[in-house]
């Protein structure tokens, strides 16, 4: 996986927590990478999952949840490091609905070796959506915050049923039924 993903997630533990309390994740997850990463590098996603374990025992959350608080808070930062794919969005079904054909497909220009999920929306009338999520990592909580962050970013109330499904392990697939209140 991208290293921009890593860094963002150590840049979110230093910020949120203290750079000391980075330090320590990094240390105990013993990573073959040993954490120095650079955004245009490529590593392995088990790296994430062994950080968010470790920040999850020190922080007390589950690491699922950890995952949702990352995914809101990485979209922050694609919309400080990539304002280019916000030019125009007026809302959030606009802009997941250009995830998949549009943004993802950049970014496997911006990323060399990039492997984005597949994210499929379907638009049921102007307050439904459904999202649908499939990757080979089992990154849908991430997805969740993602969309959480999405929703915050234009200002709406969404309302967010996420359903997880089998797949090909815990977290590969879900699906998300997204309502647009008021
Ligand atoms: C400006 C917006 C976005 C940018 C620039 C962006 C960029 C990226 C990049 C660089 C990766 C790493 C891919 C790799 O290493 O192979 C990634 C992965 C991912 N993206 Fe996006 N993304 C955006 C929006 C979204 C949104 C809105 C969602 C959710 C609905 C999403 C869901 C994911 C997930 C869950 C992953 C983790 C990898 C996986 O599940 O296999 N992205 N994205």
New binding site residues.
């Given amino acids: 996986?991208?290293g921009?993903?890593f860094t963002e997630f150590i840049e979110m533990v230093e910020s949120r927590f203290s750079v000391e309390v980075a330090e320590q994740v990094i240390e105990a997850a013993n990573l073959p990478s040993g954490g120095s990463y650079t955004s245009l590098g490529?590593y392995s996603?088990h790296e994430i999952l062994k950080l968010v374990i470790k920040l999850s025992s020190i922080s007390g959350a589950n690491p699922a949840d950890m995952q949702v608080v990352f995914?809101e808070y990485l979209?922050t930062r694609?919309?400080e490091?990539?304002p280019e794919?916000?030019d125009g969005m007026e809302g959030s079904f606009e802009?997941?609905g250009k995830?998949q054909g549009y943004?993802?497909m950049e970014?496997q220009k911006l990323?060399p070796?990039?492997?984005?999920?597949k994210?499929v929306c379907k638009r049921i009338d102007d307050n439904h959506m459904e999202?649908f999520?499939q990757?080979?990592?089992p990154?849908?909580p991430?997805?969740l915050g993602?969309?959480k962050g999405?929703a915050i970013h234009f200002g709406e109330n969404l309302t967010i049923h996420y359903e997880p499904l089998p797949g090909t392990g815990d977290g590969t697939e879900a699906r998300f039924h997204l309502t647009l209140e008021g």
């Fill in positions: 996986m991208k921009i993903i490529t996603h995914g979209f694609f919309h490091v990539h794919f916000f802009f997941l995830v943004i993802h970014v990323y070796e990039a492997n984005p999920p994210l999202l999520y990757s080979h990592r990154f849908a991430l997805a993602l969309i999405c």
